[in-house]
C-alpha cells in the first residue's frame, strides 16, 4: 500500500464509484466509449484523482480512484459525469437524439470505501487508548469518547 501525500497530509483514500446513462441503455460502445473513457481521464488529471483501475460496460461505468482530501467524491463525480455528458451529447448526433432534455447519465451514482483496515480493528485502537492505563492521571474526569 502505498500512501499520497499533500501538502499537510498523508492519505489513501480509494473509492468504488458505479454510475450508468440514463434508462440505462446500452450506449456505451464505440467512439462514445473511447469518448467517455478519454473525457473521464482528463477530468481526473485536472483534479488530481488516480484511477487505480477502471471498466466501462455497455450500460454503466465502473472505476476505482483514489481522491485526496480536499475533493469530495460527489465534487468528482459531478465533473466527471457533467463534462463527460456535454461532450458526449456535442459530439455525437444519435446520443443528443435519444436523450432529449441534455441528460445523458441517471441522476444518482454507487460509492463505497477501500481499505485495509476493518471496523474492529479501528474500535479496538480507539478503546485502547481510552483505557484508564494510558491516562497521565486519575484524578482528571474520564473522558466519554466522542462516539458515544
Do not use: C
Not at 462514445?32 to 466501462?56: F, K, P, T, W, Y
Not at 483496515?117 to 481510552?130: C, F, G, P, S, W
Amino acid at each position: 500500500m502505498a500512501y499520497r501525500s499533500g501538502s499537510h497530509t498523508l492519505f489513501h483514500h480509494r473509492y468504488h464509484i458505479v454510475w450508468a446513462p440514463k434508462y440505462r441503455y446500452k450506449v456505451l460502445i464505440g467512439d462514445v466509449r473511447l469518448r467517455v473513457r478519454d473525457v473521464v481521464r482528463q477530468v481526473s488529471v485536472e483534479m488530481g484523482v488516480n484511477i487505480v483501475s477502471g471498466a466501462l460496460s455497455m450500460d454503466h461505468v465502473h472505476l476505482f480512484v483514489e481522491i485526496p482530501p480536499h475533493i469530495s467524491v460527489s465534487k468528482f463525480v459531478q465533473h466527471a459525469k457533467g463534462r463527460s455528458s456535454h461532450r458526449i451529447q456535442q459530439e455525437f448526433e444519435h446520443i443528443r437524439r435519444r436523450y432529449w432534455g441534455q441528460h445523458f447519465w441517471a441522476r444518482g451514482y454507487f460509492s463505497t470505501t477501500s481499505g485495509n483496515i476493518t471496523d474492529d480493528v479501528i474500535t479496538a485502537y480507539l478503546e485502547r487508548h481510552t483505557a484508564p492505563h494510558n491516562r497521565a492521571s486519575a484524578s482528571r474526569p474520564e473522558p466519554t469518547g466522542l462516539g458515544r
